[in-house]
């Protein structure tokens, strides 16, 4: 089996890809739903039950995509930082990886 060597260039390329997504996040999306088109529920007709039942709807999938979108942009954030804090060169551990040299099966007799 080959040696897998860091390659922190490969990560730098990666860091891009995640800024890129959370300036896409907070630039674009999050604002549709903050102060946007998606942050006042439509009118939902004039049939009976029809507004009570889907201002609820649509009220909980509001809180339920904000929620989901604000872990995602923690998420892709935590990721860049972690990504960040490997090629700083404070941690020697994470300055190069033999992925290469752990094997499992040698332990077991």
Same mark, same amino acid.
């Given at each position: 089996?080959?040696?897998?060597? @860091?390659?922190?260039?490969?990560? $730098?390329?990666?860091?891009? @890809? =995640?800024?890129?997504?959370?300036?896409?996040?907070?630039?674009?999306?999050? #604002?549709?739903?903050?102060? $946007?088109?998606?942050?006042?529920? #439509? +009118?939902?007709?004039? +049939? #009976? $039950?029809?507004?009570?039942?889907?201002?609820? &709807?649509?009220?909980?999938?509001?809180?339920?995509?904000?929620?989901? =979108? &604000?872990?995602?942009? $923690?998420?892709?954030?935590? =990721?860049? &930082? %972690?990504? +960040?804090?490997?090629?700083?060169?404070?941690?020697? %551990? %994470?300055?190069? @990886?033999?992925?290469? %040299?752990?094997?499992?099966?040698?332990?077991?007799?």
């Amino acid at each position: 089996m080959a040696d897998r060597v @860091f390659d922190p260039e490969s990560i $730098g390329e990666y860091r891009q @890809f =995640l800024v890129e997504l959370i300036e896409e996040l907070e630039n674009e999306v999050l #604002p549709v739903l903050a102060t $946007g088109t998606l942050s006042k529920a #439509p +009118a939902f007709g004039t +049939a #009976p $039950g029809a507004a009570e039942n889907a201002l609820g &709807q649509y009220l909980e999938f509001h809180a339920a995509m904000w929620r989901n =979108l &604000q872990y995602l942009r $923690g998420t892709l954030y935590g =990721l860049d &930082q %972690a990504l +960040a804090e490997m090629t700083s060169g404070d941690d020697q %551990a %994470a300055v190069y @990886f033999d992925f290469g %040299a752990f094997d499992p099966a040698a332990g077991a007799s």
